[in-house]
């Protein structure tokens, strides 16, 4: 169940969705005969997750349902992951409130638990919460997506490095700083020799 749950992350991040369904619902499988509540909860936050692709109210309930299951279970790891993932859901509803509530319960429980793996991209996340707030607010954005480089760079994580750089990338080349954002992203994605084909999300 371990290695489902994660190897499902695993194509999730590399845009890889149906892949990541079928990992999913084998290890919904698996949590039925195994009767796993613990797993069962991961599996609805991975469901919950590949919602957000789709249908974002959907993605809402998943993952409340699935955080209030996992939390049941006495688990804490991969709290900021779910809290930043509920964040970009309540944003596409318009729910931006209960997305800011999220992304500070995330922040903070990286600072109280010290579980940093994710700390970039929930960074990132908040910044692309900024921007799509109805007033978007690109110096907020700005300064979470510097942040988020900041924080990969000094945990040596190319992939959360380049997710950082594309979203940073992306707004400056919306302001017309297109200069700035080729000489941003290219070294970074130069240091990559494969994977070049995989789908950016």
């Known amino acids: 169940m371990n290695i489902l749950a994660l190897t499902s992350f695993t ?74 993932l509920l964040a970009m859901a309540y944003a596409e509803v318009g729910q931006f409130d209960d997305a800011w509530c999220c992304v500070d319960e995330a922040i903070s429980t990286i600072e109280t638990s010290k579980e940093r793996w994710f700390e970039a991209d929930v960074h990132r996340m908040a910044g692309e919460i900024a921007l799509k707030s109805p007033e978007a607010d690109t110096a907020r954005a700005e300064a979470h997506f510097e942040r988020a480089l900041t924080v990969a760079r000094q945990q040596q994580a190319k992939s959360w490095e380049l997710r950082a750089a594309m979203s940073l990338a992306r707004l400056w080349r919306d302001q017309d700083k297109v200069h700035q954002a080729r000489e941003l992203l290219a070294p970074v994605y130069c240091r990559f020799t494969e994977g070049h084909d995989t789908r950016a999300i």
Do not use: N
């Open 11 to 84: 194509y999730i991040f590399c845009g890889d969705f149906a892949a990541a369904t079928a990992q999913r619902d084998e290890l919904t499988a698996l949590t039925e005969v195994k009767g796993s509540l613990y797993w069962k909860a991961f599996a609805m936050l991975l469901e919950g997750w590949l919602s957000l692709a789709g249908s974002a109210p959907e993605a809402v309930h998943m993952l409340t349902s699935g955080t209030t299951a996992w939390r049941s279970t006495g688990a804490t790891l991969f709290s900021p992951t779910q809290r930043s």
